[in-house]
């Protein structure tokens, strides 16, 4: 009798094609979420065609319609990278989803690289989507795009990380309340979307630097270095916060 051969008959799949099966998965349950796509892409386009409307509000000076379509994309970093992503991180901890995926072959830095990437892609439907929307308003497409890109990457890296930081330490439902009623208070004076009157103070939060980028960028192609350094700032301290309190379970 012949001994039993217990090799394996296959290999596992490499690390990045399941980070990226990972980030595909979650960008698509994003998408079909009615309560996310309210948050990501129905309230921004809202307040793109409201702020571009009411001329009493003060952009600053530039394009109007440049400068509101910029606004508005870093309120849309802001809904997918930090509200949505630390709602929907919440309760997955909560249900037990984060404790069986760490230890999955996809393990916690994959897990992690997945969200983000899930993020980012999700962040280019939003720019496209709400692109649209902005010609609609008198926004004339341009180069000047290109030069928000820094400001946009490492915004998404800044609030996924201030997302992930929230899940990871408070309870799903205490997360919930503090993620939308942080959006509100972001929106309404964070230097986001209109300058804020506070702006030494909010030039030094993720959310006035990013918002400062992105509108100078889209209004004169010009990248603002010094919001870009607050939210490295942001991004790195967030990160490193996350590796020493993030909980799993």
Same mark, same amino acid.
């Given at each position: 009798?012949?001994?039993?051969?217990?090799?394996?008959?296959?290999?596992?799949?490499?690390?990045?094609?399941?980070?990226?099966?990972?980030?595909?998965?979650?960008?698509?349950?994003?998408?079909?979420?009615?309560?996310?796509?309210? &948050?990501?892409?129905?309230?921004?386009? &809202?307040?793109?065609?409201?702020?571009?409307?009411?001329?009493?509000?003060?952009?600053?000076?530039?394009?109007?319609?440049?400068?509101?379509?910029?606004?508005?994309?870093?309120?849309?970093?802001?809904?997918?990278?930090?509200?949505?992503?630390?709602?929907?991180?919440?309760?997955?901890?909560?249900?037990?989803?984060?404790?069986?995926?760490?230890?999955?072959?996809?393990?916690?830095?994959?897990?992690?690289?997945?969200?983000?990437?899930?993020?980012?892609?999700?962040?280019?439907?939003?720019?496209?989507?709400?692109?649209?929307?902005?010609?609609?308003?008198?926004?004339?497409?341009?180069?000047?795009?290109?030069?928000?890109?820094?400001?946009?990457?490492?915004?998404?890296?800044?609030?996924?990380?201030?997302?992930?930081? &929230?899940?990871?330490?408070?309870?799903?439902?205490?997360?919930?309340?503090?993620?939308?009623?942080?959006?509100?208070?972001?929106?309404?004076?964070?230097?986001?979307?209109?300058?804020?009157?506070?702006?030494?103070?909010?030039?030094?939060?993720?959310?006035?630097?990013?918002?400062?980028?992105?509108?100078?960028?889209?209004?004169?192609?010009?990248?603002?270095?010094?919001?870009?350094?607050?939210?490295?700032?942001?991004?790195?301290?967030?990160?490193?916060?996350?590796?020493?309190?993030?909980?799993?379970?």
């Amino acid at each position: 009798m012949s001994a039993l051969d217990f090799t394996p008959t296959g290999t596992a799949t490499p690390w990045a094609p399941r980070v990226l099966r990972q980030a595909g998965f979650e960008a698509k349950v994003a998408l079909r979420n009615g309560e996310q796509l309210l &948050l990501t892409l129905l309230l921004p386009a &809202l307040v793109l065609v409201g702020v571009t409307r009411v001329t009493s509000l003060d952009l600053g000076d530039g394009d109007r319609p440049a400068l509101a379509f910029g606004g508005v994309v870093a309120l849309a970093v802001v809904s997918t990278a930090f509200t949505g992503q630390a709602i929907g991180t919440g309760f997955d901890r909560r249900n037990g989803v984060l404790r069986l995926l760490a230890t999955s072959p996809l393990g916690r830095s994959g897990l992690l690289a997945g969200k983000v990437l899930s993020v980012l892609a999700l962040v280019v439907v939003q720019v496209v989507v709400l692109g649209v929307v902005a010609v609609f308003v008198g926004w004339e497409p341009s180069l000047h795009l290109l030069a928000a890109v820094p400001a946009i990457l490492l915004g998404v890296a800044a609030f996924t990380s201030l997302g992930l930081l &929230l899940a990871g330490t408070v309870r799903a439902e205490g997360t919930l309340a503090v993620a939308n009623f942080v959006w509100v208070l972001l929106l309404a004076g964070g230097g986001l979307v209109l300058p804020s009157p506070l702006a030494p103070v909010t030039d030094l939060l993720p959310s006035g630097a990013l918002g400062t980028a992105v509108r100078e960028a889209l209004a004169t192609g010009r990248v603002s270095v010094l919001p870009l350094i607050v939210l490295a700032v942001w991004a790195l301290a967030c990160s490193a916060a996350c590796a020493r309190w993030f909980r799993w379970e």
